[in-house]
């Protein structure tokens, strides 16, 4: 594992740390790059703002410092209006992972995060040369070369920005923006999950950045099933104590869940929220809250158990589980659990959840 002695807190005395010549992070990843023919970035399921700008701006930081060729894939469907509008607009070439062939001499590198976590539908077999992240969930890290989990930065882009800053890499714009984009969307909730690195990073990348295209990617437009799952999802959404949950049974796009939460968060009666949703055989849940040190990862890693995978961020968390059967009863049945143990693990009473919408005014309101 790269990660070692010239990191702070580490167990070389100061004498000794002082006389050795300290190197970077960026320096010891591109090191172990030198032999390979090619690099292939990988990521998560649903590839994200943030794993998508980190592979763009790895990749440029391998081609421009060792003139190799690479690769950027997609694990999965992207749905999301704005990082199909991301793509788009910044020219990503993205590679289906499940279709690949794989070179005996490449480097693979994993961005976003980490092996065999349950986020990957392909690459879990794959040998990973380095490993660059920021989440909390920890994966198995055996035999990785370099390793980079910086666990208190808000983006996986913005260890990349600092990369290309250290090998004075000069993105193009569209590098920029991407990376600035994958920032912005991990920072932007509160409270604020960011630190100084993210800020850096912001510094870095603001003025190299097409702020024109910045814009179009945040307001893309969006296809009339988001509004119905919205609504939908309104209409499903229980208030229990502090905590709102959104039951969605048909999540057309899995990036929804995500966005469910983050507008239900907001409101000023809890400090939790949850959606879950249904899509394809899984169940997808992303979970939100407005605590301080709220561990929503460890929170979500253990209500889920061995129903299915989940981790994340203190205030951010996200998980999935397989369904074993698509029937209503099935459906319900998984649900009634995880509303049980959602309440347990915040020790919340055992209550009948209260609708944020009443029914009647839903009911009043078709009669119009
Ligand atoms: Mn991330």
């Not at 349950?118 to 077999?125: P, Q």
């Not at 998980?319 to 659990?337: D, F, M, R, V, Y």
């Amino acid at each position: 594992m790269a990660r070692s002695a010239d990191e702070p807190g580490g167990s070389r005395s100061s004498a000794t740390r002082t006389r050795r010549k300290v190197r970077k992070h960026s320096d010891r990843f591109l090191d172990e790059l030198q032999d390979a023919s090619r690099v292939t970035f990988v990521s998560h399921i649903h590839p994200d703002p943030d794993a998508l700008g980190s592979m763009m701006g790895l990749a440029y930081l391998v081609e421009s410092c060792l003139c190799k060729p690479t690769r950027i894939t997609r694990d999965g469907p992207i749905g999301r209006a704005e990082n199909r509008t991301m793509i788009e607009l910044l020219g990503l070439e993205l590679e289906p992972v499940e279709s690949l062939t794989w070179d005996p001499d490449e480097a693979i590198v994993m961005v976003d995060s980490q092996p065999k976590t349950g986020r990957h539908s392909g690459t879990d077999d794959l040998p990973i040369t380095a490993v660059i992240d920021h989440h909390e969930t920890p994966g198995q890290l055996k035999g990785v070369k370099f390793v980079d989990v910086r666990r208190n930065a808000g983006a996986t882009c913005s260890l990349v920005a600092k990369y290309l800053k250290e090998q004075k890499a000069n993105p193009p714009k569209e590098v920029a923006t991407a990376l600035l984009y994958g920032v912005e969307t991990e920072t932007a909730g509160y409270p604020r999950e960011a630190s100084a690195v993210d800020d850096e990073a912001m510094m870095y990348l603001y003025p190299r950045a097409d702020k024109n295209a910045l814009a179009q990617i945040r307001n893309a437009r969006l296809p009339i099933c988001h509004f119905e799952t919205l609504l939908f999802a309104l209409q499903n959404t229980f208030i229990y104590d502090r905590l709102i949950i959104s039951w969605v049974n048909d999540l057309n796009q899995p990036d929804l869940a995500a966005e469910v939460c983050d507008f239900l968060i907001r409101f000023e009666d809890v400090d939790w929220a949850v959606c879950a949703g249904v899509h394809g055989d899984k169940l997808l849940l992303s979970v939100r809250s407005s605590l301080k040190k709220a561990a929503a990862g460890d929170l979500l890693r253990n209500v889920v158990g061995r129903l299915g995978r989940a981790g994340g961020h203190d205030r951010r968390a996200g998980g999935c589980l397989k369904l074993p059967s698509t029937s209503a009863n099935a459906i319900e049945e998984i649900q009634s659990e995880l509303r049980k143990r959602l309440l347990k693990a915040l020790k919340i009473d055992e209550c009948r959840g209260q609708r944020l919408v009443p029914l009647r005014e839903l009911l009043l309101n078709l009669n119009k």
